[in-house]
């Protein structure tokens, strides 16, 4: 079965322990979670200080996306700050292998993600180790985008690379995922679903529900 999970960066940072409270009670269990340093993407969002005051009162899986140049740097203060799985982008890591064996050092998920312009032969080397792979359909940096319907392919890819090598990483695809795709989205085989802007604009629990009511029967 599929799973939604909503990313924090287009929640209102005013009442965000309200909307997370609000998003478990509608039934989420993972939270997206986009770092963001300025330098791997133009913008900035937030750290580890937002992420371990929101874990003291949350107890949802926390998904961390690490869009930051030399991730490896942050990988122990992240967890530290309360991340259950940490994601790193194979564009902004010069040894991504030593990188994810530094997150499952720390026994946490570990996540290989990648943009829309890189293609799957940079990370399938990789996915043996990785509990995640991560495809992005946005050019990552910002939420509200629109996604990107040829990064659905890698999808494809990553499960027919999983059967065949019989491996068990799940598939998230991130960015621009709303009513109007999700259906397609999950029937390419997606098991996690960001989604940002379509959850946190609006009720957030009428969004998720009927989010869920298109996708259900495409899983
Ligand atoms: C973009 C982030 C995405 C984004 C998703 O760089 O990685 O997680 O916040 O937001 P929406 O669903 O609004 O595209
Ligand atoms: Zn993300």
């Known amino acids: 079965m599929f799973q939604i999970a909503p990313s924090i960066l287009a929640a209102d940072f005013c009442c965000l322990g309200k909307q997370l409270q609000e998003a478990s009670k509608a039934g989420i269990e993972m939270l997206h979670i986009d770092v963001m340093d300025g330098m791997f993407v133009p913008s900035i969002s937030f750290g580890m200080p937002v992420i371990a005051s929101i874990r003291k009162n949350c107890s949802l899986f926390f998904d961390v996306h690490l869009m930051v140049q030399d991730p490896e740097r942050y990988i122990s203060d992240f967890v530290k ?13 010069r040894q991504i292998g030593k990188t994810l064996q530094m997150i499952k050092e720390f026994d946490r998920g570990c996540g290989i993600a990648l943009n829309p312009e890189t293609p799957v032969e940079q990370v399938l080397p990789y996915l043996k180790w990785v509990d995640m792979v991560l495809v992005m359909s946005v050019h990552p940096g910002f939420g509200g985008q629109t996604l990107i319907p040829e990064t659905l392919e890698k999808v494809a890819a990553f499960k027919q690379f999983r059967s ?56």
């Open 81 to 93: 700050a309360g991340a259950d799985s940490v994601t790193v982008h194979v564009e902004a890591c």
């Open 164 to 219: 065949e090598k019989q491996l068990d990483y799940r598939i998230e695809i991130d960015g621009g995922v709303n009513m109007q795709n999700i259906r397609r989205v999950v029937s390419m085989g997606t098991d996690i679903t960001v989604a940002g802007t379509a959850v946190f604009d609006g009720d957030i629990s009428e969004n998720v529900k009927k989010m869920r009511e298109v996708a259900v029967n495409a899983s």
